[in-house]
């Protein structure tokens, strides 16, 4: 059965930093492409940054383009988000996810496109 599970977020005050982890496991991690989002309470879930299967190629959203860094370890089939600069407009529950096909050479900023979701773990902002 595949399962995504994220871990590490809390609150912090702005500013500061966290860094998530997303273990997988009952697929093969190391050629799919994931994804992390975030969804705030009356907001629809957003992209926030992907990688490729390879680790060759990043994508992130404008709102946390050199404040945020994903990376992967295909040994450890995790996935990594290192946030810093926190601000309170990054409050949200973060979710890692896969898209339904491994191999994929695009990072798809879209969530219809994964097929495999994490349960999600909550980040908190204080200004």
């Known amino acids: 059965q595949q399962q995504l599970v994220e871990s590490g977020g809390g609150l912090v005050q702005a500013g500061g930093s966290l860094r998530l982890s997303c273990a997988a496991s009952g697929l093969p991690f190391t050629i799919y492409t994931m994804g992390w989002f975030r969804q705030s309470p009356g907001k629809e879930r957003e992209f926030v940054a992907g990688?490729?299967?390879?680790?060759?190629?990043?994508y992130y959203a404008d709102s946390v383009k050199d404040r945020f860094t994903i990376s992967r370890d295909n040994a450890k089939n995790t996935m990594y988000l290192q946030m810093n600069s926190l601000k309170p407009e990054d409050t949200a529950v973060y979710y890692c996810a896969a898209p339904g096909r491994p191999l994929t050479t695009q990072v798809e900023p879209t969530p219809g496109y994964y097929h495999y979701w994490g349960q999600g773990t909550q980040v908190t902002v204080s200004s």
């Open positions: 990688i490729r299967w390879d680790g060759r190629m990043t």
